[in-house]
């Protein structure tokens, strides 16, 4: 057996080195809320890509002793964390949704959105997944939710749309990552533009929706977000109404919308008030999502087209 030297022996293991950081990452007065929600997940994310060890590593991972270079390596992280406000997820340029890893970086919002819990349950009860073939993700982003229906309905083909070039780049990396380049197709488009005539059995979207008031208010993490993921005109729903006043051309008849608009739902009720909205509840939290059927879309309308 190899023995370790002196200064290997008194060096902390990853499990004490993951204690320490969180007490650091709590003294610091961060916002949590971009893949994790506390000091102390941030702390083992830090460590484990410090490590370079995966985060779904075996315990025995935590019981390694650090080496001087990952710990040079963690401090790195853990300044630009707590002077620059960089989420970790960012520093790490990993993450999960719906149970898949993820690359991200700042050319893309951060996944953190509780649609994948519709995803996992393959929208049950309001689509027949057998019958499922086209699915549209509007605004696309990293391609989490794209990738997470290709992997829930494996006979459907997939769309990707981003207006941004940038995040379609991203979309991509993960798209071949996940070996789905055959099903899942990242394209360039401002919602709806350059969809032609294509119909969906499914449409979802998690689209800009913070008001422009809202924006300056937003903790220091958010700013390294790219603004065009988030910002949606003077109440958060410029996306959303640009979404419902077209999205009945792109559905099948049995079709189904699913849209986030996180904070903005109240002023989403006030703009549609005679809309039958259904609100979905997560059982891991998070809300703001509503479904609506193709059938909903076109009995209203004209009041989803007049505001």
């Known amino acids: 057996m190899t023995r370790l030297s002196h200064r290997q022996a008194h060096s902390p293991t990853a499990q004490a080195l993951i204690a320490t950081t969180a007490r650091r990452l709590a003294r ?3 916002h949590y809320g971009h893949g994790t929600d506390n000091a102390r997940d941030d702390a083992a994310a830090l460590v484990l890509h410090a490590l370079r060890v995966a985060a779904d590593a075996p315990a025995a991972a935590l019981r390694r002793r650090v080496s001087e270079a990952a710990r040079a390596r963690l401090e790195a992280l853990l300044q630009r964390r707590i ?3 960089v989420p970790v997820v960012y520093l790490t340029q990993r993450c999960w949704f719906a149970g898949l890893p993820m690359y991200v970086d700042e050319r893309v919002l951060i996944p953190r959105s509780p649609i994948a819990e519709l995803i996992e349950r393959r929208f049950a009860p309001w689509v027949r997944p057998e019958r499922v073939r086209r699915i549209l993700d509007l605004g696309t982003g990293s391609g989490c939710i794209a990738i997470a229906c290709a992997r829930a309905f494996p006979r459907a083909r997939v769309d990707a749309t981003d207006v941004s070039a940038a ?3 991203v ?3 993960n798209i071949a990552r996940h070996r789905l380049q055959r099903r899942v197709r990242a394209r360039n488009a401002d919602l709806f533009t350059g969809i032609k005539s294509a119909r969906y059995d499914i449409i979802v979207s998690n689209p800009p929706y913070v008001r422009e008031g809202e924006l ?5 993490e958010y700013r390294h977000e790219p603004r065009l993921a988030l910002a ?8 959303a109404r640009g979404i419902l006043r077209d999205a009945a051309a792109h559905l099948t008849k049995a079709g189904i919308l699913i849209v986030e608009v996180g904070d903005s739902e109240r002023a989403l009720r006030r703009a549609f008030p005679g809309v039958p909205f259904l609100w979905l509840d997560f059982e891991r939290g998070g809300g703001g999502v509503f479904l609506l059927s193709r059938e909903q ?9 007049s505001r």
């Open 28 to 30: 610091a007065g961060l």
């Open 171 to 173: 979309a991509r990396i």
């Open 167 to 169: 995040a379609l780049a």
């Open 232 to 239: 949606a005109g003077r109440d958060g729903l410029d996306a």
């Open 297 to 305: 879309l076109v009995a209203h309308r004209s009041g989803l087209t």
């Open 216 to 220: 300056q208010g937003l903790p220091a």
């Open 83 to 85: 002077r620059e406000r």
